[in-house]
T-cell receptor
């Protein structure tokens, strides 16, 4: 149980285009979802937290107009990287918390490469 | 604000040898504590967690960790390492934040296992 999926697993896009990444909780309802960014050989940095039906809370230094987060339902959150640039290339990982346990379940990650 | 320190960036052990990965945290109270493992290009898998109670926590894959309040530590141990344990290990601290748990990760320890 407690499986989180991400789609796509990897994506290559051209500079200036937008990319959408989906995060789904497959067998539980996620009251809260989280988006992390991981640079090569570095730790995970929390980008934002989202609750179903409400606006995301962004961490300091994260551009909310560039990284659009939509938590449309209790099983789906999306991260859209708008007007992507090469410096946005990274590994993006989502996680979901069910609310009944203080544990986050992580997705497998999405590798974004902007050329 | 909470923080997590993993002082060892890289550790090499021989297969069959014992392992201890260090983790120290900074937080005003007792936080939730986690150890995750990440294989290259993959998401995170939870090894074990500590919320309260017995300070020696058993996890999956033969791992255990001990919470020591006096030392603000949560070190991960395994009595006999297998080649498949080679991966990146992250210690994390979770603290309550507006109805959910905000998780802060350490910088990770990369484990190399040699024959």
């Amino acid at each position: 149980g407690a499986v989180v999926s991400q789609h796509p697993s990897w994506v290559i896009c051209k500079s200036g285009t937008s990319v959408k990444i989906e995060c789904r909780s497959l067998d539980f309802q996620a009251t809260t979802m989280f988006w992390y960014r991981q640079f090569p050989k570095q730790s995970l940095m929390l980008m934002a937290t989202s609750n179903e039906g409400s606006k995301a809370t962004y961490e300091q230094g994260v551009e909310k107009d560039k990284f659009l987060i939509n938590h449309a339902s209790l099983t789906l959150s999306t991260l859209t990287v708008t007007s992507a640039h090469p410096e946005d290339s990274s590994f993006y990982i989502c996680s979901a918390e069910s609310g009944s346990s203080y544990e986050q379940y992580f997705g497998p990650g999405t590798r974004l490469t902007v050329t | 604000a909470q923080s997590v320190t993993q002082p060892d960036i890289h550790i090499t052990v021989s297969e069959g040898a014992s392992l201890e990965l260090r983790c120290n945290y900074s937080y005003g109270a007792t936080p939730y504590l986690f150890w995750y493992v990440q294989s290259p290009g993959q998401g995170l898998q939870l090894l074990l967690k500590y919320f309260s109670g017995d300070t020696l926590v058993q996890g999956i894959k033969g791992f255990e960790a001990e919470f020591k309040r006096s030392q603000s530590s949560f070190n991960l141990r395994k009595p006999s390492v297998h080649w498949s344990d080679a991966a990146e290990y992250f210690c994390a601290v979770g603290v309550p934040s507006g109805g959910y748990q905000k998780v802060t990760f350490g910088t990770g320890t990369k484990l190399q296992v040699i024959p």
